[in-house]
């Protein structure tokens, strides 16, 4: 079965940082891109990263370039969204998530998406 856990929330002062963990299993990581999405109060939901890693393609919403940094560790089949300068408007919850079609170059479109975790929630006060 696959299974993608996600980890690392929790509640932050706005310019703080934080650091997301999504384990992964029951797929060949390495072969598929992978990503973070997010959903707020009210919103929809949002692809923030996405990365491919087979082809090392990234994509980064335009609200959080600069701020956000995805990587991937093939060999321990891991997931990270280091997240830096954070804002309130960054509170939500996060899940990540495997791309089996996309695999080279990832849109980081919800729908794309095959698998996703349980979210972990991330708070940032002003």
């Known amino acids: 079965d696959v299974q993608l856990q996600a980890s690392g929330g929790g509640l932050v002062q706005a310019g703080g940082s934080l650091r997301l963990s999504c384990a992964a299993s029951?797929?060949?990581?390495?072969?598929?891109?992978v990503g973070w999405f997010r959903r707020a109060p009210g919103k929809d939901s949002e692809g923030v990263s996405c990365?491919?890693?087979?082809?090392?393609?990234?994509y980064y919403a335009d609200s959080v370039k600069g701020r956000f940094t995805i990587s991937s560790d093939n060999a321990k089949n891991t997931l990270y969204l280091q997240m830096n300068s954070l804002k309130p408007e960054d509170t939500a919850v996060y899940y990540c998530?495997?791309?089996?079609?996309?695999?080279?170059?990832?849109?980081?479109?919800?729908?794309?998406?095959?698998?996703w975790g349980k979210g972990t929630l991330v708070t940032v006060s002003s």
């Open positions: 990365v491919s890693n087979t082809f090392g393609e990234t």
């Open positions: 029951g797929f060949a990581f390495e072969d598929y891109a």
């Open positions: 998530a495997v791309d089996y079609t996309n695999r080279y170059h990832p849109r980081c479109v919800s729908a794309d998406m095959d698998y």
